[in-house]
Structures are given as structure tokens and as C-alpha cells.
């Protein structure tokens, strides 16, 4: 990775990675997609995707309390992992060749007062696939945002309220599956004891939302999470 310095201390940093990602357990073993009544074919001979990726970043403030992140960037996947439609029910996880992405990540964050920060991301993407006879590129939303506010109301205490909202993703790569676009809500409030130690409670999926990222597997409704931490 560089980066260049501005005198204004906003940073311009462009960088190249190489990553391979080995196929989880799911892709490789899943055997049926219950909302379609569909089987799905195990396929354990999945080969892990490689992805090379350069990225353009800025880092820059617009004023004392605030300040924005964006970047453009570039992935080049090869043996990517599709879902593909083997029948009208039957599907498999199947290696799929090249595909390459550009996107775009913007974001900012701030203080509204000395209580309260928010902050804002969004991000877009195109993929290209490389493969005539691929339709579809499966469980990837073209468009996703985030938002957030941490509210203090006295130095130990923080709760901060997010939400995370995606447009739609097709499950399958003939286009006949469908993931709706969805937003939820989180809670978490966190509590410092003192000594590194900090306490966290947190509700996720706030109102109870159903809503899946692939077509047939419905994520989990509304959960509550606790923990401690230290921090060195």
C-alpha cells in the first residue's frame, strides 16, 4: 500500500491484495432450500475463490467534528461460487470462472454534539461476469447503507441505535429467485467499569423483521446479546 499525506492531513492511499476464500461449510453441504421445497446438491470438490483487488481511498475532513471516507475500487474473482440452477428443483454451489467487480464506498461521520455522533456509509457495485452460459450473480445486493448514532449521556454509559438496510439479490443465477431488499434495526448500549473492562448489552433486529440475504433461509428474528470486554 502508499499514501500520500495532504497538507490538510487528508490521505490518499491505493493498495493491491491478493486473498484466496475457501468455501464454508453451507456452500459445500447444504442439501435443500426449504422456502422452494427444492433439493440442493452437496458439491465438496469446491475449490476456494481467488480474489485480486486494487483500491483508491480518501480520507479527508470537512470540518473539526467532521470527516468522510471514499473509495473506488476493483476485485477480479476467479473460480467464483454461483449458485446455479441444475433443474426447476434442483440447485448447486458450483465454481463459475472469472467474474470482476468495481464499486464505490462512500461514507461520513461527525459529531452532532458534545453527546451525540452519527455516522453514514453507502455503497454501490457492478459485476461483470465472464461466463456466457452464467446468468445471474447470486446474493449480491447492488446497493447497501448504513446508518448510526451513539448517544452519551454520562462518560461510562454509550447506546448507539444502527440500522443497516441492502436493496435485492438474486438466490439462484437464471434470475426466478429473488431476495427482497430489507432494513433492520439494532440497539446496543455499552457501560465502562473502568481498568479496560466494559460491560454490553445489545437487541439485534430491533422490530422483529423477517428478511434473508439468499432466497429460502430465513435469518433470525429478534435476539438479544450481552458481554463483557477487555481491552488492553
Keep these: 500500500m502508499t499514501k ?26 447444504t ?37 468522510f ?17 441444475i433443474d426447476a428443483d434442483t440447485i448447486q454451489n458450483q465454481n ?3 467474474v470482476d467487480y468495481t464499486g464505490l464506498d462512500a461514507g461520513v461521520k461527525g459529531k452532532v454534539f458534545d453527546m451525540l455522533d452519527v455516522g453514514l456509509s453507502y455503497g454501490l457495485i457492478h ?10 450473480i447470486t446474493d449480491l445486493p447492488t446497493q447497501t447503507l448504513t446508518a448510526w448514532m451513539t448517544l ?31 432494513a433492520i434495526t439494532h440497539l446496543r448500549a ?14 439485534n433486529n430491533l422490530f422483529d423483521t423477517q428478511y434473508v440475504y439468499s432466497e429460502g433461509f430465513i435469518e433470525e428474528g429478534r435476539n438479544y446479546w450481552a458481554g463483557i470486554k477487555y481491552q488492553f
Design 4 to 29: 500520500y499525506h495532504f497538507e490538510n492531513a487528508d490521505t490518499l492511499a491505493l493498495s493491491y491484495s491478493d486473498r484466496t476464500r475457501f468455501p464454508t461449510l453451507k456452500e459445500r453441504y
Design 31 to 67: 442439501t435443500s432450500k426449504p422456502a422452494y421445497n427444492q433439493v440442493a446438491l452437496v458439491n465438496p470438490q469446491l475449490k476456494p475463490e481467488r480474489a485480486r483487488s486494487v483500491d483508491l481511498t480518501w480520507n479527508g475532513s470537512l470540518s473539526q467534528n467532521w470527516g
Design 69 to 85: 471516507e471514499a473509495s473506488v475500487y476493483y476485485n477480479r474473482i476467479s473460480d467464483a461460487i454461483l449458485s446455479h440452477n
Design 96 to 98: 463459475s470462472g472469472r
Design 127 to 136: 459485476a461483470d461476469v465472464k461466463r456466457s452460459d452464467i446468468g445471474k
Design 152 to 182: 452519551k449521556p454520562w462518560d461510562p454509559l454509550s447506546i448507539t441505535l444502527s440500522e443497516e438496510a441492502r436493496s435485492s439479490s438474486y438466490s439462484n443465477s437464471d434470475g426466478s429467485q429473488k431476495a427482497a431488499g430489507f
Design 190 to 203: 455499552d457501560y465502562a467499569i473502568g481498568h479496560g473492562f466494559s460491560v454490553n448489552a445489545s437487541v
